[in-house]
């Protein structure tokens, strides 16, 4: 282990600890009571976007920004929760799960406990103190990581337990029902299956996945582009659809067809006339994402950052003109990381209409990066990028004193 990296190591250790003390005095205060403190990661997904409602593959690295949240059982049905984020308290009766949360923060706590109850895990009652680190609002999936710090606090508070699979079904199932998000399950599964140091292969039918180390001397890097724009949510419902009317036309020629995951390029273009224009484009870009998260595999595996790097480009030109989810930030992003000397490749990442983009950057080269993209995006729309580089990190999980 390198000096750099053994310093790094500690200073993470020692930050956690000193997060997690600072909510256990918190809570003491608003609650009278010792609380125990558990943490979820925000998420990058390096490649694989839109896919995972299509029943595809995506490739998501755990981050090192976590949703923390201290816990301890009540003597009621009941469960109490007050955001530090918010400065806003919401509560619920464990006994009536009809919420009306939509859009507000605590459908990602409440509808998480409603839903393990639906999902037979007799949880009983709970404080909760939350504190969010993912930048919201950035495509870092913050919400995901506030559903499952909430749901694994709630079964340890309860002293249940569900395996990490079913926890991210139950967390995405509380999001699609209560925070109106049709999501996909890609971001769960990353903030309760993560592992440092690894990015993960999962494949979003059977739910199976496997490890992947990331490469020795190169270094993802997010930039955030500081916008999100507000048709964000309705473009990311509207998309979806698209792709449930590509595989109900596709299916009645191919009777197998589930999602569009069952088709390949040579099939799309044998019946291509039969899908409006746009919604053929929308199923190019998904079919061409699959092939490219499985050719990203390979680059990983050989170590070879400069296809890895091309597959991000191609992935970023396909998001923009067939998928049509980036915007001017996002594009102007990639296009000054592309012209840097010793970056492999960059893209949009997340849903898109804003947040952030992953770049691939020689590792000697990162300094540089920095400087030159947070000069040139300044320059040209006066927004500062918070850029970070990606630590993988783990999943859900205990923060023990
Ligand atoms: C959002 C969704 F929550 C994910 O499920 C996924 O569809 C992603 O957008 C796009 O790849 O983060």
Known sequence: ????????????????????????????????????????????????????????????????????????????ARVHVYSQNFGERAEMDLQDLHLRLRRHWSAYVLGVAASLRMCGAEIGGANLLLEGK???????????????????????????????????????????EFAGARCGIMDQMIACCGRTNYALILDCRTLEFRLLPLFADAQFVVCNSMVKHDHAAGE??????????????????????????????????????????????????????????????????????????????????????DYEVSCMELDLLVEIACGISGVYGSRMTGGGFGGCTISLVRSGAVGEFRSAVAQGYERATGRKPDIYMVRASDGVREALE
């Open 1 to 76: 282990m390198t000096e750099e990296l053994a310093g790094n190591e500690l200073s993470t250790a020692s930050l956690v600890q000193r997060e997690a003390q600072g909510l256990r005095e918190q809570f003491q205060k608003l609650y009278g009571a010792e609380a125990r403190i558990f943490r979820a990661p925000g998420r990058v997904n390096l490649i694989g976007e839109h896919t995972d409602y299509n029943e595809g593959f995506v490739m998501p690295v755990a981050m090192d920004l976590y949703t923390w949240v201290a816990a301890a059982p009540r003597g009621d």
């Open 236 to 321: 990311y419902n509207a998309r979806r659809a698209d792709c449930e009317t590509a595989t109900r036309i596709l299916a009645e020629q191919m009777p197998g067809v589930r999602a569009l995951r069952d088709v390949s390029l040579g099939d799309l273009e044998r019946y291509a006339q039969l899908l409006p224009e746009a919604v053929y484009r929308r199923s190019r870009h998904v079919i061409s994402e699959n092939a490219r998260v499985e050719d990203a595999r390979g680059a990983l595996e050989r170590g070879d950052p400069e296809s890895f790097g091309r597959l991000l480009r191609e992935s970023h030109r396909s998001l923009k003109e």
């Open 134 to 176: 993912v930048p919201m609002g950035a495509g870092l999936s913050s919400s995901a990581s506030v559903e499952v710090a909430a749901g694994y606090a709630l079964l340890e508070s309860s002293g249940l337990s569900r395996s990490p699979v079913e926890l991210a079904k139950i967390c995405q199932r509380a999001e699609n």
